[in-house]
């Protein structure tokens, strides 16, 4: 699994003392709040303390340390920020988009190999998961009633899926 994760991007910045917004990838901005730092690259050699979040509509307002104008927080524009994996205290039941791709997802009924969770989508109402299996994708409901179980160690899902996804045309 990753050490370091994509959390957001900064899209813009906010008055005149620093502040940059921030677009971020994950259920509300609410969740950036638990962090003392960010990190600028995938590695986590840019390690960023962040002063203060905000959310504010559907970005998140941040105060970096040593980004104090306007000219500093526009040099930043366009950088994806990370997240340290063991600074994260995710809730039972919720699960980061980067370790549920490439897991092999499985029927709860039959154990068939329905194909691999190639990709997530945000539809507002529920996350849709995009299964690969041959030169097909398949859409999948991310909800209650299709998931059966995660076990994110073993890259293995096992859902019941709803009639007439994963059955051929004939």
């Not at 917004?21 to 960023?48: C, H, M």
Request: aromatic letters at 8%; hydrophobic letters at 40%.
């Amino acid at each position: 699994m990753k050490k370091y994760l994509e959390t957001g991007k900064i899209v813009g910045t906010h008055g005149v003392r620093g502040m940059v917004r921030v677009q971020p990838w994950s259920d509300s901005g609410e969740f950036l709040k638990q962090f003392k730092y960010i990190y600028a690259d995938a590695n986590g050699n840019k390690k960023i303390k962040i002063n203060s979040v905000q959310p504010h509509g559907n970005v998140v307002l941040m105060q970096l340390e040593n980004v104090n104008s306007i000219e500093d927080a526009e040099k930043l524009r366009g950088t994806v920020i990370y997240i340290d994996r063991k600074d994260v205290k995710l809730p039972k039941g919720r699960y980061f988009i980067d370790d549920l791709i490439g897991c092999a997802v499985f029927d709860a009924d039959t154990n068939e190999t329905l194909g691999i969770l190639s990709d997530v989508s945000s539809t507002g109402a529920n996350d849709v998961w995009h299964i690969k299996r041959d030169n097909k994708e398949y859409l999948v409901p991310a909800i209650g009633e299709v998931i059966v179980s995660v076990e994110i160690e073993a890259e293995r899902i096992v859902i019941r899926p709803l009639k007439g996804i994963f059955d051929d045309e004939d």
